[in-house]
Every structure is written in structure tokens, then in C-alpha cells.
């Protein structure tokens, strides 16, 4: 009893020796999946508390307010508070360039001409995935500006998962179509026939790269010497389990994490994998992937608001010059280059250990 009693008072002071990262996220990502359930954040001596978003505009509210201290969202949202709003939210690295995105219908609709005249249920219809959608759409001649199609909000891909696969939202609304990302799309390819909803067009066979899913702060987290050394911690973790991740020799291990992170079978998490590391649109920062964000990538979603009137800014504005990377800039990469140089220096190692 007494031994017990000891090992208990030791769990009880090493979780107390960890550091709290308040991290809000629309879903758990592969990098997200593999850092936590192979060790990397306490390894790195943090807690990260996982907070799942209900929509973006909760996601920055609470981040602007302090009560995250990270999240991953569109980096497009960032773009949207950043230059129509005025608001101070900075982007530290991008984690994906699109994870899985695709638009899916329920399994009566089997072609995009058959939404014409249908609710699009979506997250936001200022969001960036709703702009994606409108470009997807275009390219086969439905516009919302023909009323063509509306949209619907919903919420974030969980609720609009759940409704999809419904084929109704939880009032009885229909609904026909919506946005998947990971890891909803290969979930939904997994359901028995006749449930799985359709994939009427991947996004990437539309708008390729793309810049999507980004670390994103407020602003003023940068000036406290505190919270920027959490947020170094943070990143290291990310950095180090995006790097296992898409390291091919880790695959066995980074499967198994997924497996026991989303609660599926190993046949699902394998499918699951595959998508992750997808050079056009899993968790990938090309070239190099270390968290730069692909310019090419971030102005094509700048384009693609700009094309459907997205952006209040003056006509002239000068995106280019907007997305260089900088101190007060909308993209800063201070943390992301200290972060990367912790890593070189003490590299953190996970803890895999395969069942037999």
C-alpha cells in the first residue's frame, strides 16, 4: 500500500511539473494525434489541453481573448480578421495544405448539377472553405450570385459530418452537401454502402497548393517572455511529431496513434495515414516541411476570396507585401525558427510502443 501511495504521489507531481498549453482546434490533426498519444508534449514537459471548436468564430473569439493560447484553423479566417476586421492574430507556421478537403454529398446526389437550387450547409459562409466551395462550384456552373445554391451555417466538420451521414440536422432540416476534410472524408469512404457520401470533387483537383490549416495566436502573446517560451515548447512538440509523421520508417507507430486518437480500426487509420502524408494535400509544408507557409499556396487563397468579394480592403491593397514573413507582420516566424533550432539541439523522441 505504501509503494502504491508513492508511485501515485509521483504521477500527482509530475503532471504538476507540467507546463498548461490551452489548444484550441477544429479536430485532431495527424501531427496533433501523434504528439499526444506517443508523448512528445510531456516529453517536452507540457499539458496540452485539447479544446474542440464548435466554429471559427468561437475559435478566435477565444483566442483573441487569451482563452487558448494556440489554435489551428484556416489560415483564409486569419486572413479575414487580420485585414477586414483589424484584429492583431498572428500565424506562426502552416501545419497542411488542404487535409483531405473535398466537397461530399449524401448518396442520393451523385453529381454537382443536382445542388443546384440546395442548401451548401457550411461552417461559415465567410469561412475559407465556403470561398473553395464557391470556386469548386463555379467550375461547373453553379454561383451563388445566380442563387444557383445557398448556404447553410452549420458549424465546424464534426456537425456537419454527423449531418451529412443524417441526411438531416438534428431539427429535421435535409441537407445535400457540405466540405470533409481528415478525418471525416476517409470515415465517411468507410461507412457501409449506401450510407457513404459521395466525394463529388476533391478541392485540390480545383485549386492546387493551397495554404489551410495554420498555427495561429494573438498578437500580443508575442511581447510576454512567458508565453512565447510556452509557445516554443508547443511548436517543438509539433514540429518533432510532424516529422515523425512523415517519416515512412515511423509509419507502423504513427498508424497505431491514430488508431487509439480517433478510435478506429487499423485498417481506417492506415487509410488515415495515407492521407496525412499526401504531398498535395495532407500535413505538408513544402519543401522542406518546417512550417513555412507556401506563398504560392496562401495567395491562392487570397484569390480565391478576392474573386467572390471577400475582402473589404482598398483596391489597391498590396497582399504580397502583407504576407512577407515579420515582426508585426500577419506571419511571423520568430517562434517557428526558435522552435526548430530546440529541436536540432535536443531533439524529443516520442514513445512508441507497438502491440505484439
Partial sequence: MQSRSLVLA????CA?????VQYGAF??????????QLGFFPENGLN???????????????????????????VDNALNYRFNQNQEVTVLGQLDQGPDLVLASIPSITSIDQLRGKPIIV??????YAYLLQEVLATHGLTLANNDYYFMTVGGTPSRFSALVNEALPNGTAVYATILTYPFTVEGQNLP??????????????????????????????ASKTETALLTRFMTSMYAANKFLLNPRNKRCSIQ????????????AAQEYASAVNWLSGEVSPPRNDF??????IMNDVQVRLQFGGFSTPADFNFTAALVPGKGNLIDYSVRNVAIAQYLKHPLKGNCTLPH
Fill in 48 to 74: 496540452v489541453v485539447y479544446n474542440q471548436v464548435p466554429n471559427s468564430t468561437a475559435a478566435f473569439a477565444s483566442v483573441l481573448s487569451g482563452e487558448y493560447d494556440i489554435l489551428t484553423a484556416t
Fill in 292 to 297: 513555412s507557409v507556401s506563398q504560392t499556396g
Fill in 10 to 13: 509521483g504521477l500527482v507531481a
Fill in 123 to 128: 461552417d461559415s459562409p465567410l469561412s475559407g
Fill in 27 to 36: 479536430l485532431a490533426t495527424a501531427t496533433y494525434s501523434v504528439a499526444n
Fill in 193 to 222: 454502402s449506401g450510407q457513404a457520401p459521395n466525394i463529388l470533387a476533391r478541392i485540390s483537383d480545383v485549386v492546387y497548393p493551397i495554404t489551410s490549416s495554420a498555427f495561429t495566436i494573438r498578437e500580443s502573446s508575442l
Fill in 16 to 20: 504538476q511539473a507540467l507546463d498548461t
Fill in 257 to 268: 496513434a491514430l488508431v487509439k486518437q480517433l478510435g478506429v480500426s487499423q485498417n481506417v
